[in-house]
């Protein structure tokens, strides 16, 4: 693998081989994570134009686990605040020589950009409304835990999918693996082309609809920076779109709730239903580091096995 | 006393529908006669066999980007990419710094452009103060300065009572009104267009409806003034049907479609690839289609490049950071030719009328887009099938910022000739 961009572009295969990797690193009961050597003297450059506390902690434990160093450069405070642009930016840490560079950028395409100019394999830790491929593949090892395969299931994504990257992402994994899919939120956030960027891939406006007999129920942060536009009436949302216990009726009794986080407990659900046993929210977190080691290893360790 | 014989040539004009192989003298700056086997004593000769004389060919929509952004185009380096694309007038958008509002900034283009240009120059003034939609600029005074059109291009008048009114005056002085047609509010800074490829990326939609309710509004506001009026760079199906319908009607209604409208569509973008940023964005297959149908069935009147530098800083950085537009003089001929003539949807006299007579009737140019005894001596002779491949880095413009570059052509300009003198040469 030369780097990490989007799920889009990845074979079934090569997102399997992650995903069972990814068990191997996965703490067992009260133990952490195995601290291995494989990438014993790699550097790895985590770059967070945009503040998460959450994708950045998870990587860097990832690195340091498999004994690479890694270094964390966030926007405020660096030369990116001083008005460096971003192709300078990534000039000046490639002279560096890192051995691979996690980026979060607000801007979609960001890490396509610079991975077309730079030799350093790329890892999209999240860029705009685009794609978040790690959080994809972590959201289905959370899956794959509880459930044998994904072929099959039936999965529900809730909320502002047009602007939402870990949509996108689990929208292309889901559909390689014969999910059936479907997307629902108000007409402004869920456009009838989001059915047309992957195959078996549905859209209701009904919240009911999207829950009943679903398998697994992913809720999407409602982002607040957007409210201002009107997407939807201010305070409706909750009311037609935010997940509480009744809906639960409607799914599979052994339904899995899941959510990237970080939640807004009240506006997009309850929080009944975040602490509820059906909710798998922090095993999401959980799996967070094992996957990223598992994509670590693949790009860095040499395991020579590519997919692009 | 200058003369130029241009000999053996196919001569071909769009007016009067000549097309045969003959000869043409200049003297100074105006054709004397066009016919077979002329002999002039002591004049230059450029030998045209097996090529194309056509009218010079007319850009009337191109960014000079003088005064203000000389670290992106100059006059000089634009007026040369113009030559080097077989034009030889081209129009220059107001959108400079300062903007082109009045008859100062139109004097002083104008002057710019007889010290430094190869090409004939012919601005057009902003339909408001700054173009900032609010207050008309000083549009009489522009027109006796020299200007020919007027628009606030990129930055279109969103209020539509100040639109009315400028078509009001505009009617007085017989100016065409040129709209840029994209509804702000609607298309809300969108990077690309709004479909599927947007949704897939993640970038934000600029929605096709954002330039049909903006040419919907125009014409019906042409119905209540009469102004002549001109959608630019037209990019979508519905709003040709629009214009096809106002036309129909016998309103004063023209508009130009681009090359790189004809040409791609959303899809054909490499992911995230600044260089095919442009407003309008490229549209739909569906949209594409329905131009290069438009031209054919004569809804549109002339094709204008939109011609957009940008230096490569600006263009090196986040799409949704990277400014809108691409350059495009040097490539309209090849992009016009494949998509439109050898793909067999137009004869070659209609192209040479979307170039040269189509602008000249809107602007009013009396004397250019025709070649006849007693007309300007602009002329542009190119060849229809010479093979090439085109290399940004060769380009004579400043910037950079080309879908094209690397694409292999057929057909391009061999010499362009403005005033009688031979200014650009293959």
């Known amino acids: 693998m030369a780097g990490l961009l989007g799920i889009e572009g990845l074979e079934r295969s090569e997102i399997e081989a992650i995903l069972n990797r990814a068990r191997d690193f996965q703490p067992f009961e009260n133990h952490t994570y195995k601290r291995l050597d494989v990438l014993k003297g790699k550097l790895i450059v985590n770059l967070f134009f945009e503040a998460s506390t959450r994708t950045r902690t998870s990587f860097e434990i990832a690195a340091k686990r498999l004994g690479a160093d890694a270094v964390s450069i966030t926007a405020a405070g660096s030369s990116v605040s001083k008005g460096e642009s971003l192709v300078d930016t990534l000039n000046t840490l490639a002279a560096m020589h890192p051995d691979a560079i996690v980026m979060r950028h607000a801007a979609s395409g960001a890490p396509h950009f610079l991975a077309r100019h730079l030799a350093t394999p790329?890892?999209?830790?999240?860029?705009?409304?685009?794609?978040?491929?790690?959080?994809?593949?972590?959201?289905?090892?959370?899956?794959?835990?509880?459930?044998?395969?994904?072929?099959?299931?039936?999965?529900?994504?809730?909320?502002?999918?047009?602007?939402?990257?870990?949509?996108?992402?689990?929208?292309?994994?889901l559909s390689k693996f014969g999910v059936d899919l479907v997307l629902c939120g108000p007409a402004s956030l869920a456009p009838p082309e989001l059915a047309r960027i992957a195959p078996g891939?549905?859209?209701?406006?009904?919240?009911?609809?999207?829950?009943?007999?679903?398998?697994?129920?992913?809720?999407?942060r409602v982002q607040l920076e957007r409210q201002h536009e009107a997407f939807f009436p201010g305070g409706e949302y909750f009311q037609f779109y935010g997940l509480r216990l009744e809906h639960l009726d409607l799914a599979r009794p052994d339904v899995l709730v899941m959510h990237p986080g970080p939640i807004n407990r009240g506006r997009e659900i309850s929080s009944e239903v975040a602490d509820s046993q059906k909710s798998v929210i922090l095993s999401q977190v959980e799996n967070g580091v094992a996957v990223r080691m598992a994509v670590l290893e693949r790009i860095l360790g040499g395991h020579g096995k590519t997919a692009d | 006393m200058a003369k130029l014989l241009i000999?053996?040539?196919?001569?071909?004009?769009?007016?009067?529908?000549?097309?045969?192989?003959?000869?043409?003298?200049?003297?100074?700056?105006?054709?004397?006669?066009?016919?077979?086997?002329?002999?002039?004593?002591?004049?230059?000769?450029?030998?045209?066999?097996?090529?194309?004389?056509a009218p010079g060919f007319i850009d009337m929509h191109v960014h000079l980007r003088e005064p203000?952004?000389?670290?992106?185009?100059?006059?000089?380096?634009?007026?040369?990419?113009?030559?080097?694309?077989?034009?030889?007038?081209?129009?220059?958008?107001?959108?400079?710094?300062?903007?082109?509002?009045?008859?100062?900034?139109?004097?002083?283009?104008?002057?710019?452009?007889?010290?430094?240009?190869?090409?004939?120059?012919?601005?057009?003034?902003?339909?408001?103060?700054?173009?900032?939609?609010?207050?008309?600029?000083?549009?009489?005074?522009?027109?006796?300065?020299?200007?020919?059109?007027?628009?606030?291009?990129?930055?279109?008048?969103?209020?539509?009572?100040?639109?009315?009114?400028?078509?009001?005056?505009?009617?007085?002085?017989?100016?065409?009104?040129?709209?840029?047609?994209?509804?702000?509010?609607?298309?809300?800074g969108g990077d690309m267009h709004e479909g599927l490829e947007s949704t897939r990326l993640g970038l934000k939609g600029s929605p096709g409806c954002a330039e049909d309710v903006m040419v919907a509004r125009d014409l019906l506001l042409v119905e209540v003034t009469g102004a002549r009026y001109h959608t630019a760079h037209v990019s979508t199906r519905r709003s040709l049907e629009l214009i096809r319908e106002a036309k129909a009607r016998g309103l004063p209604v023209s508009c130009e479609v681009t090359p790189h409208h004809l040409a791609l569509a959303d899809a054909d973008m490499i992911p995230y690839d600044s260089n095919y940023k442009m407003r309008p964005p490229l549209r739909s297959r569906q949209d594409v289609a329905a131009l290069a149908d438009g031209v054919a069935a004569g809804v549109v009147d002339a094709i204008a490049t939109d011609h957009a530098p940008h230096p490569g800083s600006e263009?090196?950085?986040?799409?949704?950071?990277?400014?809108?537009?691409?350059?495009?003089?040097?490539?309209?001929?090849?992009v016009a030719l494949q998509v439109l003539v050898h793909s067999g949807r137009i004869p070659l006299m209609r192209l040479v009328e979307?170039?040269?007579?189509?602008?000249?009737?809107?602007?009013?140019?009396?004397?250019?887009?025709?070649?006849?005894?007693?007309?300007?001596?602009?002329?542009?002779?190119?060849?229809?099938?010479?093979?090439?491949?085109?290399?940004?880095?060769?380009?004579?413009?400043?910037?950079?910022?080309?879908p094209f570059d690397g694409r292999k052509f057929r057909g391009a300009p061999v010499a362009t000739v403005v005033g009688g003198r031979i200014v650009w040469q293959r």
């Open chain 1, 201 to 220: 891939v549905r859209i209701t406006y009904d919240m009911r609809e999207a829950i009943r007999d679903a398998d697994v129920i992913m809720m999407l």
């Open chain 2, 7 to 53: 000999k053996n040539g196919r001569v071909m004009d769009p007016e009067t529908g000549h097309d045969q192989v003959a000869d043409i003298l200049i003297r100074d700056r105006y054709v004397v006669r066009v016919g077979q086997n002329l002999h002039a004593i002591a004049a230059t000769l450029f030998d045209a066999t097996g090529l194309v004389v």
């Open chain 1, 122 to 173: 790329i890892i999209n830790a999240g860029d705009g409304t685009h794609e978040h491929p790690t959080q994809a593949l972590l959201d289905a090892r959370t899956i794959l835990d509880q459930r044998p395969s994904l072929e099959g299931l039936r999965v529900a994504i809730i909320g502002d999918i047009a602007h939402s990257r870990v949509a996108r992402s689990n929208i292309h994994l």
């Open chain 2, 354 to 402: 979307l170039f040269t007579l189509g602008p000249a009737r809107i602007l009013g140019l009396a004397s250019r887009g025709r070649l006849s005894a007693g007309m300007a001596a602009d002329v542009t002779i190119f060849d229809p099938d010479v093979e090439w491949t085109y290399d940004v880095n060769r380009s004579l413009c400043k910037a950079r910022n080309s």
């Open chain 2, 315 to 334: 263009k090196m950085q986040e799409f949704e950071r990277c400014p809108h537009g691409v350059i495009g003089l040097e490539t309209a001929l090849a």
């Open chain 2, 68 to 188: 203000g952004f000389e670290h992106a185009e100059t006059i000089e380096t634009g007026s040369r990419a113009a030559a080097g694309g077989g034009f030889t007038s081209v129009c220059a958008m107001p959108n400079t710094q300062p903007v082109n509002d009045d008859a100062t900034v139109t004097r002083y283009v104008l002057e710019r452009a007889a010290r430094s240009a190869v090409v004939n120059v012919f601005p057009i003034g902003a339909i408001t103060k700054n173009s900032a939609g609010q207050e008309l600029a000083a549009i009489g005074s522009m027109k006796n300065a020299g200007a020919v059109a007027i628009s606030d291009d990129g930055k279109p008048v969103m209020n539509s009572r100040v639109m009315r009114r400028a078509m009001e005056f505009a009617r007085v002085f017989d100016l065409p009104v040129i709209d840029h047609c994209e509804d702000l509010e609607l298309s809300a």
